[in-house]
Structure formats: C-alpha cells, structure tokens
C-alpha cells in the first residue's frame, strides 16, 4: 500500500482568499478522485471562504497555513521539495505578487518557494485588479520564469460585476494539471515555456442573407487540442475560435470571430509577436460576392438565381509570406478528400509554410471525431507520420516538431 502511495502523483493544491476559493472544493475531488496524492495549503485568508474540515476531508490530509504546525517535519521546505505539481487555485492579486517578489510570510508562500515542479496559477479577482500594470507586470515575471498562468475567463464575478477576472471551469483547470504532469516531467520538459503560439480552430461562415450561410464541418477540436497541449507545456496561448461549441481551454485567451475575414483580422493582429502561429481551422475558400439583406425567398416555381461566388483572402499563404519577427514558425492543416499526400506536398510548396499537417476528411472522418491521424510534412522534406488516436497525440507531435524549429 505504501508503494502504491508513493506512485501517485503529488499535487500540492494552494487555495487563497477569494470568493472562488469554493471552486477549489471540485477541482480537488477532481484530483483525489483520478488518483492524484492530493494536499491543500490554504491561506488563513482562504479559511474564511471554505474551512479547514473541508479541504481536509477531501483531501485525507490534514490542513495547515504557517510554517509552525509540525516545525520537525519542516513543512515549509518538505511539501515545495516533494510536489509533483503545484496549482494555486484560486490564485488572488496578493499571491502572484507575493510569488512574483519571493515573498515568503506563510506555509503555501514558502512551498511557492521550494518548489522545483512545474507550479499553475489560475487566478480569480476583479477585472480593474487583473488589468492593472502591477498586476500585469508580476503575470509577465512568473510566466518569464517558467510558470503557467491560466488566464481568467470572463462572466459574472461578484456582486453585479461582469468581466474578465472569473476563476476557470474547474474541469479545464483539472485537465491542464493532467496535461502538465504528463508533459512537465524530467523527461519531458514544459519545452514551450516563455513561447507565443498562436492557433485558429473551427470553421468559418460566410453569410449569404441573414439567416443561411456558407460553411464546413469542423468542430474546432483538434485546434483546441492544440491549445491544450501548448497551454500544459508552459505556452502562453491565443486561440481564434471561429464558431466552435466547445469549452474555453484553461490557460487559453479565447477571440471568437465568424468569418474568414474576421479570423484573418483576429490571427495578423495576435501573430505580431508569437512565435508560432498554426492554422487548424477550415477557412472558407470562396464567400458569396453578394449580401442579401433580406431573407431570400422562392419566386413561384422559379429557380433561384445562381449565387456567385468570390475568393477569400489566402491567410496561410499571407502568415507565411510576410512574417512579423525573424524565426517564427507557420503551420499549416491540408484536409484532403482524395491523394492527401500529394495534394499536401503541392500545397505546402505553394504556402511556403514550415509544417503542413495532411489527414483525409469526409462526412464521417476527422470532422467532429475524438481522434484523428495525420502526416506531418515539413519544408525541410520531412515526413512524420501519426497513427489513428486522440487528437491531444497529433497536437502534442505538432509541437514537437515546431521546439525543434525554434531558432
């Protein structure tokens, strides 16, 4: 038995004073009840919130906030030396400042301190506290040294405000301390810490009136599979969402857009200073060259005017042609129907792109699956194959591929 409590992965969880700290309450269920070594280090600001009993209870570990409970097993150090991860959730304004000056005034700001796993911080406050420059500046020292800062989302805070500032869906920040501990090890090291990547997912619609429209089949998964998979390797994330109904990635700024021209706006404007830019979303190639402000409507018997159509921007092709700093890396996606492969080849020589990721799609293939499988072409000639499997495995492949091409 005590071999087997060994194995389990240890999360420290640091819980702060802040309205969200009752979050904290599932988001360690999450972790005790998938197998995770799970201990709370609360602050004495975040007892006010939810008691000492509860987190012990579900943690089957008892609680402490200062460095003098149990002074021989020297907590202070011992808990920081032994984690496998550190998540600090919810992360309030006080404690990124304290852990972005060294701060050390209780037991989870000590642990902060001698912790060499890879540490989260998912932070919840009010909008103006988020946004302001101290604030800002003590995100950008910890992301600089390597820890992850989830970015908040944006919904209903407390009393009647409304903005950014909300603590994450505790699922997505469950599913990034997955993805860390599977990714932050020695062997594998959070290799896009300190990285800009940048990633549109989904499909794109072109209106025709104001009820139909052009459009595709993606989900939107495997872009945010992408996401994902760079968020848990240390990357700070821009995900352009176009039209996707899938739950924003934990540790992930999510810009939603409609259009190809909306999509194109939204990925120039964030790739001015990311280092990888990856162009998973199904673009619309063509959009109807005319608007119709009304609804159309049948004409009697008569057939319906035909519609014409024009070309869209090539936003690929303009990612790769005009890149806004020296050594920026461009992926593009080729979802072919038939001779993938050659058809990848022909398109990724035409994009000028560094990587084209090629699967074959159909009503039933790729388009809303789970899984995926693909072939990873690279300028350099290069051909990497990815078996049929979950979308998280290709992700995971693409940034491989794309560390090894940072200058």
Excluded at 242 to 258: H, R, S
Excluded at 340 to 354: I, S
Aim: aromatic fraction near 4%; hydrophobic fraction near 45%; glycine fraction near 8%.
């Amino acid at each position: 038995m005590e071999q087997r409590q060994q194995d389990r992965p240890r999360v420290v969880l640091g819980v702060t004073g802040g309205i969200a700290a009752y979050k904290a309450c599932e988001l360690l269920r999450r972790l005790t009840e998938s197998g995770h070594d799970a201990r709370v280090v609360p602050t004495e600001s975040a007892l006010h919130f939810v008691g000492a009993a509860t987190f012990a209870a579900l943690s089957g570990k008892p609680v402490a906030t200062d460095v003098w409970e149990s002074v021989h097993e020297v907590p202070h150090v011992r808990i920081g030396q032994e984690a496998d991860l550190v998540v600090v959730a919810p992360a309030t304004a006080d404690i990124v400042a304290k852990a972005a000056h060294g701060l050390a005034d209780d037991l989870l700001t000590n642990t902060l301190l001698t912790a060499r796993c890879p540490v989260i911080f998912a932070p919840a406050m009010h909008t103006e506290m988020w946004e302001h420059p101290a604030t800002q500046e003590n995100v950008a020292t910890l992301r600089r040294r390597g820890s992850l800062v989830v970015e908040p989302a944006v919904g209903r805070l407390t009393g009647t405000d409304t903005g950014k500032g909300r603590f994450p869906d505790p699922e997505r920040v469950f599913e990034l301390c997955r993805r860390v501990l599977t990714r932050g090890s020695a062997e594998v090291p959070a290799d896009l810490a300190g990285r800009h990547v940048v990633i549109s997912a989904g499909g794109t619609r072109e209106p025709l009136d104001p009820v139909r429209f052009l459009g595709n089949r993606s989900s939107g998964k495997q872009g945010y599979a992408l996401a994902r998979t760079a968020a848990a390797r240390g990357a700070r994330v821009t995900l352009v969402a176009a039209n996707t109904a899938l739950p924003d990635p934990a540790g992930v700024d999510v810009v939603p857009v409609e259009t190809a021209a909306q999509l194109r706006e939204a990925v120039v404007k964030a790739a001015g200073d990311a280092d990888a830019v990856v162009m998973a979303a199904a673009v619309a190639d063509f959009r109807p060259a005319v608007y119709a402000a009304g609804k159309i409507k049948k004409q009697g018997g008569a057939e319906p005017e035909p519609v014409a159509l024009v070309q869209n921007p090539d936003i690929l092709a303009e990612l790769s042609t005009d890149r806004p700093r020296a050594g920026q890396i461009v992926v593009g996606f080729a979802a072919e129907t038939e001779d993938a492969l050659a058809n990848g080849r022909t398109k990724l020589a035409r994009k000028r792109c560094d990587l084209l990721v090629v699967n074959e799609v159909g009503e039933h293939r790729t388009f809303g699956a789970e899984d995926n499988e693909a072939v990873v072409l690279g300028a350099d000639g290069s051909e990497t194959p990815v078996p049929y499997g979950p979308k998280e495995v290709l992700s995971d492949t693409v940034w491989d591929l794309v560390a090894l091409r940072f200058p």
